[in-house]
């Protein structure tokens, strides 16, 4: 309740070691309501936190307890500010948060000033700076936003600042005009910073936009109004803008242009104020109908009435310090105009910086609460983009080696590696077992003699009438196998191939270091190259085995019982060769088998089967001793040895990506500047 009270306790504003408390009724009334408010607040206690200030400030209080929140010299550079230094720590925030392309600053509390053209707005800005800044001229001769923050300073000193172009101190305001219209010869949403500072001005910050144009001149864009109308839009639209509209007080104040623009935005005219100029060109009979025309235009925060130097006083010398007291003077000689609303240059530059004062107290929970957020949000995509390049070489290696192994577990991890092994068994016995199956077929539908009797029936029975003339079926068997071997290469070929669309799409791990990606990828081609030729290699020694037709007998034996049973036949043992049949001899066992006449298709079916089974393994295994198991260890030696040369060469390597540099120093800019903010706020707001 206390900080509370605080934070919303109205204070004089301090100009030149004076205290001023010079402000329009609104805000006197202001000040009442609040007393009034803190009292029942003292009252209801803990029931008065439920409105939305008291939330906000209670989660910028439990927020504010983060060990981790700030950075030293922000903190340093905060330490011992009081409400005379709200506004231009505010700013300064503001702009360091802008500066690294921080959206959310545009929407921070500001003073916008907008008016047609010529309605006297740059002449309002030099009367409460007090000194001649502003470019003259026909036409437009504002083209882009001036962002102007005053700096109250003790002494009697006054400079100027462009903060864009470096920290000079300009005492010359000719030169300071110079610069305005150098930097104002085309048309930009590109604002341009000025800074103040002087022991005759309040702090306070005003944006002040190019005049709105009804018809634009000969020399103008054909859009420049357009533009103009979308960058005032840009700024009013944001609901902590206050606007200051100004307008001709000698002109039909419904018609205004700024009036109604603003309206647009803030129906109902709680954040407008309006500036009235040239008050001393309408006529005294047209008070009353001017104060009439005010009662149907309410505004909040209400209307100021302004006599700025006019340009016949201009040429005969006045300056603008004799101005300010012209422009008393004049008021007062009009007393209906100082009873209904509020007048002078001098109470609104105190007036709004009370506002703008107020206003940022006020936003300071939520803006607190929302840098926080976005500073997670901001370390999250900074996190994402990996570690940056270390210092010490011991670290770069590291980094080097971390790289490859996350390369590594992408393209050949585990879950990787078990699904090409799925893959390819079943490719492999796909392979082999079609090729033999069509071959079955064919020796099916064209029965050769030696595997069957003449008529091609299959009798239920052996009758022991036929042999099988083995040297013919021997052939038959042999020209399938070396059928078989050219698929079988392919399949090494196959699993290559599904390596490598791992290896592109892991190739998207290592694009923020292309030099990197590039070598690994050149390195893993050639290692997957010689790999190739070695599993070739082998496939071959295994086709030349089979020629041999080295089976194992059992099994042989058993599928060639399971299948002449289908057909009701069985398998018959015989001691010794006999005349009428032929034996199938196993070269693994001692038994044979005898296999005669009309169930040599039987036998032969059998012995595919067997066939492809074994070539089926034999392939497979060597795939996986060939390429797949040592992959992963083998590619990690192959990196070793190419890789981690000299040095320099491991440094070019962990060379970032241009575009992923630029991403990655922007991010730690934002991160660095938001990290900073935060801590100047919190400092700020224990001040207050």
Same mark, same amino acid.
């Given at each position: 309740?206390i900080?509370?009270?605080?934070?919303l306790?109205?204070r004089?504003?301090?100009?030149?070691?004076?205290l001023?408390?010079?402000?329009?009724?609104?805000?006197?009334?202001a000040l009442?309501?609040?007393?009034?408010e803190?009292?029942?607040?003292?009252?209801?206690g803990?029931?008065?936190?439920?409105?939305?200030?008291?939330?906000?400030?209670l989660?910028w209080l439990?927020?504010s307890?983060d060990e981790?929140?700030g950075?030293?010299e922000?903190k340093?550079e905060a330490e011992?500010?009081?409400?005379?230094g709200?506004i231009?720590?505010?700013a300064k925030?503001?702009?360091?948060?802008?500066?690294?392309?921080?959206?959310?600053a545009d929407t921070f509390?500001?003073?916008?000033v907008?008016?047609?053209q010529?309605?006297?707005?740059s002449s309002?800005?030099e009367?409460i700076?007090?000194?001649e800044f502003?470019?003259k001229g026909?036409?437009t001769v504002?083209?882009?936003p001036l962002v102007?923050?005053?700096?109250?300073?003790?002494?009697n000193?006054?400079?100027?600042?462009f903060?864009?172009?470096?920290k000079?101190a300009?005492k010359d305001w000719?030169?300071?005009?110079?610069?305005i219209?150098k930097n104002n010869q085309?048309?930009?949403?590109?604002p341009?910073?000025?800074?103040i500072?002087s022991?005759?001005?309040?702090?306070l910050?005003? $944006? @002040?936009?190019p005049g709105?144009i009804?018809?634009?001149t000969?020399e103008?864009? /054909?859009?420049?109004?357009?533009m103009? *109308? +979308?960058?005032?839009?840009?700024?009013?639209?944001?609901?902590k803008t206050?606007?200051?509209?100004?307008?001709?007080?000698?002109?039909d104040?419904?018609?205004?242009e700024?009036?109604r623009?603003?309206?647009k935005?803030?129906?109902?005219?709680?954040?407008t104020?309006s500036v009235?100029?040239?008050m001393d060109?309408?006529?005294?009979?047209d008070?009353p109908?001017?104060?009439?025309?005010?009662k149907?235009l309410?505004?909040r925060l209400g209307?100021?009435?302004v006599k700025?130097?006019?340009k016949?006083?201009r040429?005969?010398?006045?300056?603008?310090?004799?101005? $300010? @007291?012209?422009?008393e003077n004049?008021?007062?000689?009009v007393?209906s105009?100082? /009873?209904?609303i509020?007048?002078?240059? *001098? +109470?609104?530059?105190?007036?709004?910086?009370?506002m703008l004062q107020?206003q940022?107290i006020h936003?300071?929970p939520e803006?607190t609460?929302k840098?926080?957020v976005?500073?997670?949000?901001f370390?999250?995509?900074?996190?994402?983009l990996?570690?940056?390049t270390?210092r010490?070489?011991?670290?770069?290696?590291?980094l080097l080696l971390?790289?490859i192994d996350?390369?590594?577990?992408?393209?050949?991890?585990a879950?990787?590696?078990?699904?090409?092994?799925?893959?390819?068994?079943q490719?492999v016995?796909?392979?082999?077992?079609?090729?033999c199956t069509?071959?079955?077929a064919?020796?099916k539908r064209?029965p050769a003699?030696?595997?069957s009797?003449?008529?091609?029936e299959?009798?239920?029975?052996?009758e +022991?009438?036929?042999d099988i003339e083995?040297?013919?079926?021997?052939?038959?068997i042999?020209?399938?196998?070396?059928?078989?071997q050219?698929?079988?290469?392919?399949l090494t070929?196959?699993t290559i191939?599904?390596i490598?669309?791992?290896?592109?799409s892991?190739?998207?791990?290592?694009?923020?270091?292309?030099?990197?990606?590039d070598a690994?990828?050149?390195?893993t081609?050639?290692?997957?190259?010689?790999?190739?030729?070695?599993t070739v290699?082998?496939?071959?020694?295994?086709f030349?085995?089979e020629n041999n037709?080295?089976?194992?007998?059992?099994k042989?034996?058993?599928?060639y019982n399971d299948?002449?049973m289908?057909?009701?036949?069985k398998?018959?043992?015989a001691e010794?060769n006999?005349?009428k049949g032929w034996?199938w001899?196993s070269?693994?066992?001692?038994?044979s088998?005898?296999?005669?006449?009309?169930?040599g298709q039987v036998?032969?079916?059998?012995y595919?089967?067997?066939?492809?089974?074994?070539?089926?393994?034999n392939?497979y295994?060597?795939?996986?001793?060939?390429?797949l198991?040592?992959?992963?260890?083998q590619l990690q030696k192959?990196y070793?040895?190419?890789?981690?040369?000299?040095?320099?060469?491991r440094?070019l390597l962990?060379?970032?990506?241009?575009d992923r540099l630029k991403?990655r120093?922007?991010?730690?800019?934002?991160v660095d500047?938001?990290?900073r903010?935060?801590?100047t706020?919190d400092a700020l707001v224990k001040?207050?």
């Amino acid at each position: 309740k206390i900080k509370m009270h605080r934070l919303l306790r109205p204070r004089p504003l301090q100009v030149g070691g004076a205290l001023r408390s010079r402000s329009s009724h609104v805000i006197q009334r202001a000040l009442r309501t609040s007393t009034r408010e803190t009292q029942k607040t003292n009252q209801l206690g803990l029931l008065a936190l439920s409105a939305g200030i008291g939330v906000g400030l209670l989660t910028w209080l439990y927020y504010s307890s983060d060990e981790n929140f700030g950075v030293a010299e922000a903190k340093t550079e905060a330490e011992g500010l009081s409400m005379r230094g709200v506004i231009p720590t505010f700013a300064k925030v503001q702009d360091a948060l802008k500066s690294v392309g921080y959206a959310d600053a545009d929407t921070f509390p500001q003073i916008v000033v907008i008016g047609i053209q010529s309605s006297g707005k740059s002449s309002v800005l030099e009367m409460i700076v007090g000194e001649e800044f502003i470019p003259k001229g026909e036409g437009t001769v504002t083209k882009r936003p001036l962002v102007l923050t005053l700096h109250n300073v003790d002494g009697n000193e006054k400079w100027a600042q462009f903060p864009d172009f470096g920290k000079e101190a300009i005492k010359d305001w000719k030169r300071v005009e110079e610069i305005i219209a150098k930097n104002n010869q085309r048309f930009t949403d590109q604002p341009l910073r000025l800074d103040i500072y002087s022991p005759d001005v309040v702090d306070l910050r005003l $944006v @002040d936009l190019p005049g709105l144009i009804h018809n634009p001149t000969r020399e103008q864009p /054909k859009d420049v109004r357009d533009m103009i *109308k +979308g960058v005032t839009t840009r700024y009013i639209q944001n609901p902590k803008t206050v606007i200051l509209a100004v307008t001709e007080g000698n002109t039909d104040l419904q018609t205004s242009e700024a009036l109604r623009l603003s309206r647009k935005y803030d129906p109902n005219g709680d954040r407008t104020i309006s500036v009235l100029t040239k008050m001393d060109l309408l006529a005294r009979s047209d008070v009353p109908l001017l104060l009439d025309t005010l009662k149907k235009l309410p505004l909040r925060l209400g209307y100021v009435g302004v006599k700025c130097r006019s340009k016949a006083e201009r040429q005969n010398g006045i300056t603008l310090r004799d101005a $300010v @007291d012209i422009e008393e003077n004049y008021f007062a000689s009009v007393s209906s105009l100082q /009873k209904n609303i509020e007048t002078g240059t *001098k +109470g609104l530059s105190q007036e709004l910086s009370s506002m703008l004062q107020r206003q940022v107290i006020h936003s300071l929970p939520e803006i607190t609460e929302k840098i926080r957020v976005d500073l997670h949000t901001f370390r999250k995509e900074l996190s994402e983009l990996g570690p940056s390049t270390p210092r010490t070489q011991a670290e770069k290696d590291t980094l080097l080696l971390r790289e490859i192994d996350n390369y590594l577990n992408a393209m050949v991890g585990a879950s990787t590696i078990y699904n090409i092994k799925v893959e390819m068994a079943q490719r492999v016995y796909n392979t082999i077992y079609d090729e033999c199956t069509k071959f079955a077929a064919q020796m099916k539908r064209h029965p050769a003699p030696q595997l069957s009797n003449r008529s091609g029936e299959m009798p239920k029975y052996w009758e +022991g009438k036929e042999d099988i003339e083995f040297q013919q079926w021997e052939e038959q068997i042999q020209a399938l196998v070396k059928n078989l071997q050219p698929l079988a290469e392919s399949l090494t070929y196959d699993t290559i191939k599904l390596i490598r669309v791992n290896l592109d799409s892991a190739s998207s791990v290592l694009d923020h270091r292309p030099l990197l990606r590039d070598a690994v990828r050149n390195s893993t081609l050639k290692y997957l190259n010689h790999s190739q030729m070695d599993t070739v290699t082998h496939v071959e020694y295994l086709f030349r085995l089979e020629n041999n037709i080295s089976y194992d007998g059992k099994k042989m034996e058993k599928k060639y019982n399971d299948l002449l049973m289908l057909h009701g036949g069985k398998v018959e043992k015989a001691e010794e060769n006999q005349s009428k049949g032929w034996f199938w001899q196993s070269k693994t066992e001692s038994s044979s088998l005898m296999v005669t006449g009309k169930y040599g298709q039987v036998f032969t079916e059998a012995y595919i089967d067997h066939m492809t089974e074994r070539l089926s393994s034999n392939i497979y295994n060597a795939l996986c001793v060939e390429i797949l198991d040592p992959l992963k260890n083998q590619l990690q030696k192959t990196y070793t040895v190419e890789l981690f040369g000299d040095a320099n060469s491991r440094e070019l390597l962990l060379r970032e990506k241009s575009d992923r540099l630029k991403q990655r120093i922007a991010l730690e800019n934002k991160v660095d500047e938001l990290q900073r903010a935060a801590t100047t706020l919190d400092a700020l707001v224990k001040s207050l």
